[in-house]
């Protein structure tokens, strides 16, 4: 199957302006192909304000989330490849939904040195099996 990933962020993006608050993504900037304004990436992610007063052109596709916005007064065309979308929310309540990664796609956090053939380290959860975490 396709990715929900950017089915979810449009629904959210239209559920957080529906409801007259501000959404905001949160990025993961190590993610191949990211185009954004690297002096406000802090510990490896920025967040961004995708509201229509903040952004032009915001076109949220299957693929990637890209919009023109200014950035301490320069113009900036940014791209964001949707697999680094880690979270959307609305600045006002924080509601929204953080993502975790998807069966099939790779896991960010590994950084390929594992065996593919290792057994599990004590305490790892099976792979494949979903899990869930609180967000405060």
């Avoid at 979810?8 to 990211?34: H, K, M, S």
């Avoid at 959307?88 to 993502?99: L, Q, T, W």
């Amino acid at each position: 199957m396709t990715s929900s990933r950017p089915y979810l962020v449009r629904a959210f993006n239209e559920w957080v302006l529906d409801n007259d608050c501000t959404p905001y993504i949160v990025v993961d900037a190590g993610v191949q192909g990211v185009q954004v304004p690297t002096e406000h990436v802090a510990n490896g992610q920025i967040v961004l304000n995708i509201s229509p007063g903040a952004v032009r052109s915001l076109v949220i596709g299957n693929g990637a989330l890209e919009f023109s916005a200014r950035f301490g007064g320069v113009p900036m065309q940014v791209f964001i490849p949707l697999q680094a979308v880690m979270a959307i929310y609305a600045k006002e309540n924080g509601e929204g939904m953080v993502f975790g990664s998807e069966p099939g796609s790779p896991d960010p956090d590994d950084d390929g040195s594992k065996d593919a053939g290792s057994s599990q380290a004590q305490g790892e959860r099976p792979s494949g099996r979903p899990t869930l975490k609180v967000v405060k």
